[in-house]
């Protein structure tokens, strides 16, 4: 399948409404995201049938020419195997649009491509293993590519394939104005329910690239080159700093998933004594009740409550960035490596850091300071900004996450360790040329070359794209052989 190519001009930006719907809607877009899992999980049983069925018959000395027929692992091929397949298997097919069941075949082909790259070294990242079914508790989730896809004039309605119009929670008048003023164009609307059951349609659109610049009556900050250190510390969130020393702001951390644990505790123990889906002495699978689903619901409207508190706070506190300053310099962490270890000894410092959503930060910049007209400039991940003195460059190799004040031994500097980091990231930043715009998602890589403790990991000839693959048209069966187009062993 060819990507699809974005015109010169235009930028691709999201928009997300949450939905009310009628309880009718509401049992239309569960059938829609059910049809989706069904049509993924059988074909996905009907790949892994193939693919036993090969292995098998090889090891019993069958010539390849004598295998039984492989399967099309690409979306196209999927999809014509699902068509002769669903009038048997899934007579019910009708009820739902054809894009449900898109949905579940495209993310079956997707997680097969990122396995087969995975295998053989083309794709950077983590090892991808084999896509696994999907429960009923996954997350519901349908995109729509084709048929009506618009926003209702009113601005307060939305109108989706064979669902039909649903009223909106809030209002869509930021998309309706660009639409109206034929700035922005609808490429697709992917639905979908959060962990407190309310669902939200996201719009993929195509926004013209001025459209999207900084207000006029926002002031550029006097100090242009800051340095952005983030920690988990309640008063510490985001450190900004200049190079010369001076503070410019702290935000502090909302920590709402630490505050959101007491009740927690009390709805997790309360569904504890009540009957869910499993019964763990009889090993058995049963119709939950009533109360226990109820107290499912409350848990998650209280993780969402928590997340949406958390993404509020940096959505302000990163925009407030972008639009004043013009070069901003952050480090590059690998978040999720931070908690991949430790266990039981390190889940309060894990906590800490999915509270904090380090990542989140560098992601929202990169896009934002494209909008804005700054700048984002990405330490190298091996940047010593913690152990580095802001006052005379000396290095402090044993400081450890205690240590919340930097004690410099050569020069008897005393400086909170937080704002000394952010001062040596806006010294990093002071080589990098005022109004250079850096790329979106990325960000000029500075200090490179820097002392290393240890050497990155390296998976083969990494090259592949993380996320977003297109369907590779070569593949490999599960002998790591490679096999043709759209085939799978």
């Not at 959101?260 to 049963?286: C, E, H, M, N």
């Not at 400039?377 to 010593?384: C, K, L, Q």
């Amino acid at each position: 399948m060819t990507r699809f190519e974005i015109p010169q001009g235009w930028v691709v930006q999201a928009y997300r409404f949450a939905l009310d719907p009628t309880p009718g809607q509401k049992q239309a877009l569960a059938s829609h995201a059910g049809g989706g899992r069904f049509a993924h999980n059988h074909m996905l049983a009907l790949v892994k049938a193939v693919m036993d069925q090969r292995a098998a018959e090889r090891s019993y000395g069958i010539t390849d020419a004598e295998l039984t027929p492989s399967l099309g692992w690409s979306l196209p091929a999927l999809r014509k195997t699902w068509n002769t397949r669903k009038g048997v298997h899934a007579p019910w097919w009708g009820e739902n649009s054809k894009e449900a069941y898109n949905t579940g075949l495209d993310g079956l082909a997707r997680g097969l491509d990122a396995w087969a790259k995975s295998r053989k070294g083309e794709r950077a990242g983590k090892t991808v293993g084999f896509p696994r079914f999907k429960t009923a508790r996954a997350r519901r989730s349908v995109r729509f590519t084709t048929g009506t896809i618009r926003v209702e004039p009113d601005r307060h309605h939305v109108t989706l394939p064979r669902v039909g119009t649903i009223r909106s929670h809030e209002s869509t008048r930021k998309l309706a104005r660009r639409i109206e003023a034929g700035t922005a164009r609808i490429l697709s609307a992917t639905v979908s329910q959060d962990s407190s059951t309310r669902w939200y349609c996201s719009f993929q659109t195509l926004v013209a690239a001025d459209a999207k610049t900084r207000p006029a009556h926002t002031r550029r900050s006097p100090h242009p080159v800051v340095g952005v250190d983030v920690g988990v510390k309640a008063d510490s969130l985001l450190v900004v700093a200049t190079a010369s020393g001076a503070e410019v702001t702290r935000v502090p951390a909302p920590k709402s998933l630490t505050t959101a644990q007491t009740r927690l505790r009390v709805l997790q123990r309360k569904a504890a004594r009540r009957r869910g889906p499993y019964d763990q002495s009889t090993r058995i699978r049963q119709h939950p009740s009533k109360r226990w689903r109820r107290t499912q619901a409350r848990i998650g409207k209280t993780h969402a409550r928590a997340a949406n508190v958390r993404r509020n706070v940096l959505h302000k506190a990163t925009t407030e960035l972008a639009r004043q300053h013009q070069v901003i310099v952050v480090e590059t962490l690998n978040a999720s490596g931070m908690r991949s270890k430790g266990g039981a000894y390190k889940r309060g410092l894990n906590r800490a850091l999915s509270d904090a959503a380090l990542a989140e930060i560098r992601h929202m910049l990169s896009y934002k300071t494209c909008w804005y007209g700054s700048t984002l400039v990405a330490a190298d991940r091996y940047y010593p900004s913690s152990k580095l003195c802001s006052g005379c460059g000396g290095r402090k190799p044993n400081l450890t996450l205690a240590e919340r004040t930097y004690q410099c031994e050569r020069c008897g500097l005393s400086i909170d360790r937080d704002r000394n980091a952010a001062v040596n990231l806006a010294r990093l930043g002071e080589t990098h040329k005022l109004g250079e715009q850096s790329p979106a998602d990325s960000g000029s890589v500075a200090g490179r070359g820097a002392t290393r403790e240890s050497e990155p990991a390296r998976a083969g000839q990494a090259g592949g794209c993380e996320t977003s693959t297109r369907h590779n048209p070569h593949r490999v069966d599960q002998t790591g052989t490679v096999v043709s187009q759209g085939t799978a062993a």
